[in-house]
């Protein structure tokens, strides 16, 4: 069992910077690929990055590239997505996933309960 807390969402203005944390309960938690991802209301849950166990390769969504780096930390149990340059499309609820293997759709078998991020233009 994975339990996942999300922290760090918020307002923020249009170019300004985020840094979204995911805190893993466990200690198999570097044996889990992460993701990123989120939803507007009304909208389908989309892919925003994705982390594999261990760190080595991760996997990035178009709309965020250049923008948005994922990140672990296996001694703390948590996952991070820097956000940089954000622009008011980028407001949803930002979602962690774990998973036993990096995927860019919604198969992840554990799912944190999301933090709201806004960009006001």
């Known amino acids: 069992q994975v339990q996942l807390v999300e922290s760090g969402g918020g307002l923020v203005q249009s170019g300004g910077s985020l840094r979204l944390s995911c805190a893993a309960s466990?200690?198999?938690?570097?044996?889990?690929?992460m993701g990123w991802f989120r939803q507007v209301l009304g909208k389908e849950r989309e892919f925003v990055a994705a982390?594999?166990?261990?760190?080595?390769?991760?996997s990035i969504a178009d709309s965020v590239k250049g923008r948005f780096t994922i990140s672990r930390d296996d001694a703390k149990n948590t996952v991070y997505l820097q956000m940089n340059s954000l622009k008011p499309e980028d407001t949803a609820v930002y979602y962690c996933?774990?998973?036993?293997?990096?995927?860019?759709?919604?198969?992840?078998?554990?799912w944190g309960q999301g933090t709201q991020v806004t960009v006001s233009s």
């Open positions: 982390i594999t166990w261990g760190g080595g390769s991760t």
């Open positions: 466990g200690r198999t938690f570097r044996r889990y690929a």
């Open positions: 996933a774990a998973g036993p293997r990096i995927t860019t759709d919604l198969s992840y078998g554990y």
